[in-house]
């Protein structure tokens, strides 16, 4: 027989739910840009758009829930952190220092304006904060950015491995000095993009370096290839948070042949690495971000 007495609580209800202040810890700030500020961005620097109006956009690129993710972060989520790759919006007029520095401004901007909010203030609402989390990728082409253009011409007998291994690396140390000597808030260091044929080990020295200047690392893996993957991030790159992982319990994806136990493999993977370790798996949809 179950215990049957009525609950002391409150019941837990939508408006309950919408109102319970959030944290986000996968916010990836490329998806992030209101359409208005695309816009205005794309008129300011003469970039041609599918359509110059927000219900033209909506309609040709974006679905409806795009916009109502807008939202959350600074109204509901009291806590974000914002991931991005600096190199990604390398250029002749920024250069990577400048590029954090500008999206932290913006985002101190946010802070500093939101908890100037009466209810902030007086205590009744909980305060506004965020953090930044810098990201490598995988693999990138010149095509990427200026940065990854300008690298691969410095570079252009070395093998792509040793480019992917010297930019995340780079970044590694931007990411250590930015936080130690400029003071910004960088909490952590991740790795994204591409995950099929480009193994997270190549970056096991940018990873080693932020590890060994006690700074958190993530991983996107287990997206686009299977539990392997995540193992690797975990053992090869000390993630502490997988970022999607979708793949984890896919066992028809475990490549290796020296794998002879694709249950027990994933078994293990999620017993050792991952609740005994209470490594969470951060699962990021179109509309929402879920850590478990
Ligand atoms: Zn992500």
Do not use: W
């Not at 810890?25 to 208005?36: E, Q």
């Not at 203030?121 to 693999?139: D, H, L, Q, V």
């Not at 970044?171 to 790795?191: M, Y």
């Amino acid at each position: 027989m179950g215990d049957r007495r009525p609950s002391t609580h409150p019941p837990i209800t939508t408006e309950f739910l919408k109102a319970l202040p959030k944290t986000d810890l996968h916010l990836h700030l490329d998806g992030s840009v209101r359409l208005t500020t695309l816009i205005e961005l794309a008129e300011q620097e003469g970039i041609e758009l599918p359509a110059n109006t927000v219900e033209g956009l909506k309609e040709k690129v974006f679905k409806e829930h795009y916009e109502s993710r807008l939202v959350p972060p600074l109204t509901l989520g009291r806590y974000i952190e914002v991931r991005f790759a600096p190199q990604l919006h390398f250029n002749d007029k920024m250069d990577i220092p400048q590029i954090v520095h500008a999206v932290n401004n913006g985002l101190k901007r946010a802070k500093d304006e939101f908890n100037d909010c009466d209810g902030v203030k007086e205590g009744s609402e909980p305060e506004f904060n965020y953090g930044i989390i810098c990201t490598a990728m995988r693999m990138f082409a010149p095509v990427f950015s200026e940065y990854y253009r300008d690298l691969s011409r410095c570079h252009q007998f070395a093998p792509d491995k040793t480019l992917q291994s010297l930019a995340s690396i780079e970044l590694a140390r931007a990411a250590v000095h930015l936080r130690d000597i400029d003071g910004l808030p960088i909490v952590g260091f991740d790795l994204a993009g591409s995950e099929n044929g480009f193994p997270p080990k190549i970056h096991n020295e940018a990873f080693d370096y932020v590890t060994k200047n006690f700074m958190n690392r993530t991983v996107h893996a287990g997206e686009a290839f299977g539990p392997e993957s995540i193992v690797q991030a975990i053992v090869g790159c000390s993630a502490q948070r997988i970022g999607h992982g979708y793949h984890l319990f896919s066992t028809e994806n475990v490549t290796n042949k020296d794998i002879k136990d694709a249950d027990k493999f994933v078994h293990d993977l999620v017993q050792v690495h991952m609740r005994a370790r209470r490594n969470p798996l951060q699962m990021v949809t179109k509309t929402s971000s879920l850590s478990v």
